[in-house]
């Protein structure tokens, strides 16, 4: 898959940010499953408002956006829960940006066994904590004591599930020339000595030039009100 970017340490400031925001329902969370009002600058605007903001971007911009389900696993280098990972397309005639998304915790997993004290489900099955999620991929899919999804005595459907929207996608993406690597590891507190450091400012730079490929300057800062 050609043009594909590995998310790093500074990527997830948005996706951390995303997991805060699931547990206080604030805006980052855009699903349109839930459109409690949120307040910014004096005036009221729901998630449905958020979304309705990327699409118009997207639609005055001849931006299209596909978000398809990949896997669910470890995204991001420290990850030590697994999530949602999307894989998202934003193609503009022939020009085409793909990598992959991933969604916060919270919201990852349609259903997921009793036994997971992380969801607040204190029941265990057969005396033992389990911590397994369920996709729709996955339907008809075993779980480790052999109950499938369809046996809701010992599942529970996950209330924050959801899939991300444009609005998710567009308030994460790098909309700021991050500069040399030096200014770069200045301004974000990164050894320049570290390999770490260097992977990140790659994978930032490569979502900085593939956001010029698609829109102009014009667009990018209307790009930067989206966050």
């Known amino acids: 898959m050609t043009n594909t970017t590995k998310q790093y340490d500074l ?9 805060t925001n699931n547990k206080g329902d604030l805006k980052s969370e ?16 729901t998630k449905k408002d958020y979304n309705q903001t990327a699409n118009d971007f997207l639609y005055d911009t001849g931006v299209k956006m596909e978000i398809i389900f990949k896997e669910y696993g470890s995204h991001f280098p420290k990850d030590t829960d697994k999530r949602d ?27 997921f066994l009793y036994g997971n004290y992380k969801k607040g489900v204190a029941r265990s099955l057969n005396g ?31 209330p924050n599930y959801s899939i991300p929207s444009e609005y998710d996608v567009l308030a994460c993406l790098t ?29 930032v730079l ?11 300057d014009r667009e990018i800062e209307k790009l930067q009100e989206i966050q």
Request: aromatic fraction near 14%; charged fraction near 25%; proline fraction near 2%.
């Open 11 to 19: 990527l997830d400031t948005c996706k951390e940010s995303r997991e």
């Open 30 to 45: 855009a699903s349109g499953h839930n459109n409690k009002p949120i307040k910014t600058e004096g005036k009221t605007m």
């Open 85 to 111: 990972i999307y894989t998202v397309t934003l193609s503009k005639g022939q020009r085409k940006y793909i990598f992959d998304f991933g969604n916060s915790i919270n919201a990852s997993g349609t259903h």
């Open 128 to 158: 033992k904590a389990i911590i397994q999620f369920l996709n729709p991929i996955y339907k008809g899919v075993e779980g480790k004591a052999g109950d499938s999804i369809h046996n809701f005595r010992d599942w529970e459907k996950n």
């Open 175 to 203: 909309k700021y020339d991050p500069g040399t690597f030096e200014y770069f590891c200045n301004d974000f507190g990164y050894d320049t000595d570290s390999r770490t450091a260097e992977n990140i400012y790659k994978a």
């Open 206 to 216: 490569n979502e900085w030039k593939n956001v010029c490929i698609l829109w102009t």
